[in-house]
Structures are given as structure tokens and as C-alpha cells.
């Protein structure tokens, strides 16, 4: 059997493209300068962040001076969520997101909670799809935001981010909508002035760019209350000197990312399905979490439970063949307790404790797909060590 490694953790991160990493590690042999600094050493740098600047807002079909960056998509949803509430308390203290969120908007909304703001979080179905009628009920005049990933990072399910917007804005027009578009970006095509999404969180190195940095696109007419005191960079919303290496590997990745996407897309799409038929096809007893319908999920992630076999097990079995995946978002995972999408969508305690999340890149190829699909033959079935697993306490985890 084929021994190469192959890594299907990508929602955790992805490897840079090699045109990323040859370009930063240029950068900081010769580039070297503070983006503040007037002279040539500090513009020099200057003009290749907003070159990086130009190619992301053009990513979206926003203007460049509607982009922030930050350090990452962690830091875009604080930013979003805690710039709004504070810069706009005084118009309405009620906040609106889900229950599949990322820790990051989840905990703002935890600690926004303890300082008088009223939080609501919007029913998902089976599928971790928002129930519009839900969140028709929920907005109200004193909504001041509502945040609503676009991709979920555990299973893939895609929000109807524009039917969001419109029952957001026609309850109250002046809500703002922020949308995670961290697993989004470079898989599902979104425009935020189109869309009337007011504010976006996205991040490098799900992209194939640097770990570190990330960006908010906030629509001018947002106000955002910066969360960080300093010398005002980023124009007074994110004080700090710029991680210039890394805004320019991002707008690399952007570059690269964003060519021919269309076709890229299409091609992981039949990869996921691939994956998707010869694991039902192959192996015993294997459920999909992610959504049934193909067009409801994104097409980088899939999401299984290996009914007969623990999560920390078939990671272990999968690790010991070369194949590298993970359980759930990777600042949880962790940790032991049980994954609150999973649980959100209804999911039995046996079909959580037995689930795996695979996800994929624009790297992998069929032959990454076929090879994993016999590895897992060899740890089930299929296998000699088979016996192994059939007698599992699922509860036990
Ligand atoms: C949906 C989602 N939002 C936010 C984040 C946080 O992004 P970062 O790792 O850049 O802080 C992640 C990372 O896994 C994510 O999947």
C-alpha cells in the first residue's frame, strides 16, 4: 500500500502554497521597513500591504479601504462583534447568532452577556441550517447585530446568507449583519455589498496563507469601536504595527486561491462526493453528519461517524496509517467534552462519540481520496482488525 502522509485536516489549517512562503521569506530578507515609517524602507512595505489590500477587497468586490486586517479570524469575530456592541450600545442592547458558532463568536457573545447585553441564539435543523422563521421571530427593534457563520467548521453546512440578510434587514433595516466567512472564503463565492452583509471575518492560513493574520471587511457606513489602544494603524480600528510578512503571504494566497476558482471548486465538489460514495460503499456502518444534500455543504468538509469505533480511536488507527484528520475546530478539540454542533443538529451520543471530520484542499487529488478509503479498509472490516472495534462503550467518552 502507498505510504505517503496525507492530510485531510484542512479546516484546522492548510499548508501555504509555496509561491506564499518564497514571498514572505523575501519579504523579510529585503522588505524589512514599519509600513509607518515616511521613508523609502516604510513605503516600500506600505505599497505591498495595499497591493495584499486591493487583492482581497477585489476577492469580495468591496473597496480596499473597507478591509482591516487583523491577526486572524479569532480576532475579526472580536472585533466585529464587541466593535459593534460597544460602538452602538446606546441604539439597542439585543444580539442574535446560533448555536453552531466558533468559540470565538460564541465567547463574545458570552461575555457581551455579562455586561447587560440581551443574547439570543437561532434554532439550526438536522442539517445545522439557521431556521429563517425562527430568526424572523427574534429580530426585533431593539436588534442591534446578528452574526451568523457562513460555513460551519465542523460539518460544512452552508447558510442561506441572503435570505438571512433580507429577513435581518426588513425586520429592521438597521441591524447589522456580520457573517464568519472564515471557512468560506475560497469556497463559496460571497459579496458583501450584493449580499447587504455589513461585516465579514476571514483568515490567511485556511487559505493556504499565513498562520497569524486574517482580516474584517466592515462596510464604511459601520462603525466599529476599536478594541485595541495604539498608534491608530489600520486606520484607528486595529492599533499595532502591521504583520507585514504576513498581509502580503494572504494576498498572495488570495492571488492564487482566487484563480480559476470556479473550476477549483467544481473539482473538489466531485472529490468530497468520490469520498463520500466509496466510504458508504466500502466501509461498515458509516453515517455522514454533514448535510444529506450535496448543495447544502460546502464542499471542503465531511463529517463522519464510524458507528463501531471511538473518535480518538480511528484518529489514532488513521494516524498510525499516515492519514491525518481531526474531530472538530482545533482550539477544541482538545478539549473532552462532547462537539455542541453535533449535539445542536440532534446527533445520538454514539453517532458524536464515533465522529471523524475530514476536510480537503485544493492539494488533494483522487489518489489521496482512493488511498485513504483503503487505509480505512485495513483498520475495519475489511481487516484482520476488525474484531477490535465491534465492541465499543460509546458512552464511555
Ligand atoms: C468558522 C471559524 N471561525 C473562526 C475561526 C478562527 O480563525 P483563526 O484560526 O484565524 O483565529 C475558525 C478557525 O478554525 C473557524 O473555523
Do not use: W
Not at 473597507?66 to 491577526?71: A, G, L, R, V
Amino acid at each position: 500500500m502507498d505510504e505517503r502522509p496525507i492530510y485531510l485536516d484542512n479546516s484546522a489549517t492548510t499548508r501555504p502554497y509555496d509561491e506564499v512562503a518564497e514571498l514572505m521569506y523575501n519579504m523579510m530578507k529585503t522588505k524589512y521597513g514599519n509600513p509607518s515609517s515616511t521613508h523609502f524602507i516604510g513605503s516600500e512595505i506600505a505599497s505591498e500591504i495595499s497591493v495584499a489590500r486591493k487583492i482581497i477587497a477585489d476577492s469580495m468586490r468591496v473597496a480596499p479601504e473597507d478591509i482591516y486586517f487583523t491577526s486572524g479570524g479569532t480576532e475579526a469575530n472580536n472585533l466585529a462583534i464587541k466593535g459593534v456592541a460597544n460602538a452602538y450600545q446606546a441604539k439597542g442592547k439585543h444580539l442574535i447568532t446560533s448555536a453552531i458558532e466558533h468559540p470565538s463568536v460564541l465567547n463574545s457573545f458570552k461575555d457581551l452577556g455579562t455586561k447587560g447585553f440581551k443574547t439570543d441564539f437561532v434554532n439550526v435543523d438536522e442539517n445545522g441550517v439557521v431556521l429563517l422563521d425562527h430568526l424572523a421571530k427574534l429580530v426585533s427593534d431593539d436588534t442591534m447585530l446578528v452574526s451568523i457563520m457562513l460555513v460551519n467548521n465542523e460539518i460544512g453546512s452552508i447558510q442561506p446568507i441572503k435570505d438571512i440578510a433580507n429577513i435581518v434587514k426588513k425586520n429592521n433595516p438597521s441591524t447589522i449583519l456580520h457573517v464568519d466567512a472564515v471557512q468560506a472564503y475560497g469556497k463559496i463565492p460571497f459579496f458583501p455589498y450584493e449580499d447587504t452583509i455589513d461585516l465579514v471575518s476571514i483568515s490567511a492560513h485556511k487559505i493556504h496563507g499565513p498562520k497569524g493574520v486574517g482580516a474584517l471587511f466592515s462596510n464604511g457606513r459601520i462603525k466599529v469601536a476599536p478594541m485595541i489602544s495604539g498608534g491608530g494603524q489600520e486606520r484607528n480600528i486595529r492599533s499595532g504595527t502591521e504583520n507585514t510578512f504576513g498581509i502580503v503571504g494572504f494576498g498572495k494566497a488570495a492571488e492564487i486561491t482566487f484563480n480559476n476558482l470556479d473550476e477549483k471548486i467544481i473539482q473538489l465538489k466531485q472529490l468530497r462526493k468520490m469520498f463520500k460514495t466509496k466510504l458508504l460503499e466500502n466501509i461498515p456502518n458509516v453515517m455522514v453528519n454533514s448535510p444529506d444534500r450535496d448543495e447544502l455543504c460546502s464542499s471542503h468538509i465531511l463529517n463522519v461517524s464510524f458507528m463501531n469505533c471511538q473518535t480518538r480511536d480511528i484518529i489514532k488507527e488513521l494516524e498510525k496509517r499516515g492519514i491525518f484528520a481531526s474531530t472538530r475546530s482545533a482550539c477544541s478539540c482538545r478539549k473532552s467534552e462532547k462537539s455542541h454542533v453535533l449535539k445542536e443538529i440532534g446527533l445520538s451520543n454514539e453517532r458524536i462519540h464515533t465522529a471523524v471530520r475530514f476536510s480537503l484542499s485544493y492539494f488533494n487529488t483522487e489518489e489521496d481520496i482512493a488511498c485513504t478509503v483503503e487505509r480505512l479498509k485495513d483498520i475495519f472490516g475489511v481487516s484482520r482488525n476488525a474484531r477490535h472495534y465491534n465492541n465499543v462503550d460509546y458512552k464511555a467518552g
